[in-house]
């Protein structure tokens, strides 16, 4: 029986055009992706993205709209199955207090599980800047929606 792998990311974008990233290493892998992570069991999309924004950023958002769902097949690298990525826009409820960073991966500690946060200019970002494959197609969505803005 197939399964799937259900994210949940919201893009975050200052009064400057610039998107939050998250840098993150877990087990030795770094990545760097939008904020949010994998729905729970019994949870909805909306609580879901909350609760990893309260986890990762500890900080308070509301969802402003619907930005992307994922329309082509990936499979989810780390726990196998289909992978269904959904991407909101969303702004910040509670005042921003995380540390930004200004390059990639630029940790303030050691262990097996890290992340950094940084803005990247919304007029700069490449897919380059992020590293999984749903995610180069949304920094392609957000940089031609901003053109057009």
Known sequence: MPSFNV????LLINDKREVLISDEKEYGTLFSKFPGGGLE???????GLKREFLEECDMEIDVVKH????????E????????????YLVKNVSPISLVIKHKPFDFDAE?????????????????????FPIDKHVVELLKNEHELS
């Not at 994210?7 to 919201?10: E, M, S």
């Open 67 to 74: 930005f992307y769902t994922t329309h082509f097949f990936v």
């Open 111 to 131: 262990g097996e599980v890290l992340q950094a946060f940084r803005w990247v200019s919304i007029d700069s970002i490449t897919p380059d800047d992020v590293t």
């Open 41 to 47: 069991y019994g949870e909805g999309l909306i609580d």
């Open 7 to 10: 994210r949940v990311y919201g």
């Open 76 to 87: 989810a690298l780390f726990v196998g199955g289909q992978l269904i990525s959904v991407y």
